[in-house]
């Protein structure tokens, strides 16, 4: 519900929002901005704890979880990935290592380093989780909301980024990490 709730903003049309206008029944009201938004977001991220140190990486502001896949960019090589701003977390790859940095406007900010090939068993980890959800949460809908159980799926497997058939076409790629050794297993994501 507070996917459905974060996205419920009222069309205005003199802003050039030419979303159709909110229908009077309640629930189709609701979801209406689930439905009908182009980019949906949804509040939060990716956090990574190293479980020896302690030390959290938490999304900044505007990376929402429908960002997630922006993790995928620090496998690139050239600019870092926008993990948000206040604070300004940020991934980038040196050699087969990823440096997180819990806030790169502090000189002395905590740092988690991971094997890029750690970070990639811990993305495809997220996808799995977010895929699972997925599933529980289309299962849910068919069952207590069978006429919106399909459009809403839709939305939200484009909300988190999955790459199943309900997820409109687009842009789809996947980069492999360097190859290097896996070190022991210190981080773990949660949003």
């Not at 980069?175 to 994501?189: L, M």
């Amino acid at each position: 519900m507070s996917i459905a709730q974060n996205n419920d903003i009222h069309p205005d049309p003199g802003a050039g929002d030419n979303r159709p206008p909110r229908p009077a029944d309640a629930l189709a009201s609701f979801l209406h901005g689930l439905l009908t938004f182009d980019t949906l977001f949804a509040a939060g991220g990716l956090r990574v704890m190293d479980t020896r140190t302690g030390v959290t990486l938490l999304p900044g502001c505007c990376s929402g979880l429908e960002d997630w896949r922006e993790w995928y960019t620090v496998f690139d090589g050239g600019k870092p990935a926008d993990l948000g701003h206040d604070p300004d977390p940020l991934a980038e790859l040196h050699g087969g290592t990823v440096r997180l940095v819990v806030d790169a406007e502090q000189s002395d900010s905590p740092a988690i380093e991971l094997s890029a090939i750690e970070l990639r068993h811990l993305l495809d980890g997220a996808e799995r989780d977010l895929t699972d959800f997925h599933a529980v949460a289309a299962d849910w809908l068919r069952r207590h909301l069978p006429d919106h159980a399909h459009p809403v799926s839709a939305a939200l497997a484009r909300l988190l980024a999955l790459l199943t058939a309900a997820a409109p076409p687009g842009p789809q790629r996947r980069i492999d990490a360097p190859v290097a050794k896996p070190g022991p297993k210190s981080t773990r994501p949660s949003w």
